[in-house]
């Protein structure tokens, strides 16, 4: 699993460097063997690289907004899709039984008085800077942050077998689904799992509420 924390610092340091960080990689292909090229060419891809393909319709759909959000967060835009995906399936106003809001189910007490929690930017703005404290806190593991991000920053403190069941499951789906995201695979078995495990019905609602012509 990618060390997101690492790579969230290296993207930084490039960007503040970026007209000799975009010389170097321009030049640098041409002069370095297989190995080091297959890095550059990570590199390359990364500033506005689209999510996976295999992400249902309904989140595609957020697909330019999921880019924007990343840059401004620095937080790899496949995570975000996977949070996404698990959490609303793109559905911009769902709320949950516990009072979760939007796109990425942010609870209430994140947000200011003033604020519209279903609000897309909002409520990524919000989500995002609650995913970055979890990466901060999982050591940059994106499993354990979403793990973090579904049931607060204490399961961390605990072993695996102690989580909230509900946790368990967000873990197994979320680090399986982004794994296949970050190595840029076409499909995720684990995805359709997830659907076929009750996620269509979500996908669904998401797809009547973004007025799409069919479900994902």
């Known amino acids: 699993m990618v060390n997101t924390k690492m790579f969230t610092s290296l993207r930084r340091r490039l960007l503040r460097h970026w007209p000799v960080t975009l010389l170097l990689l321009l030049i640098l292909p041409t002069l370095l063997p297989a190995g080091l090229r297959a890095a550059v060419d990570v590199l390359q891809q990364t500033h506005h690289s689209p999510i996976a393909p295999f992400f249902t319709e309904t989140v595609q759909h957020w697909q330019d907004d999921l880019i924007r959000w990343s840059e401004e967060h620095q937080i790899d835009p496949n995570l975000m899709a996977t949070v996404m995906q698990i959490e609303s399936c793109g559905h911009p106003t769902v709320v949950s039984s516990a009072g979760a809001q939007g796109l990425f189910q942010v609870m209430p007490f994140h947000f200011d008085v003033n604020e519209t929690m279903t609000d897309p930017n909002t409520n990524a703005y919000r989500g995002m800077l609650f995913l970055n404290e979890c990466l901060r806190w999982a050591e940059g593991d994106p499993g354990r942050a979403m793990a973090c991000y579904n049931g607060g920053p204490g399961v ?56 799409l012509v069919s479900a994902p």
């Open 156 to 211: 961390l403190r605990r072993s695996f077998a102690n989580w909230p069941a509900e946790t368990q499951r967000y873990y197994l789906w979320g680090a399986a689904i982004y794994n296949d995201a970050y190595h840029r695979r076409d499909t995720s078995e684990t995805l359709s799992r997830w659907l076929s495990a009750g996620g269509q019905g979500l996908c669904n609602m998401a797809a009547n509420s973004l007025q």
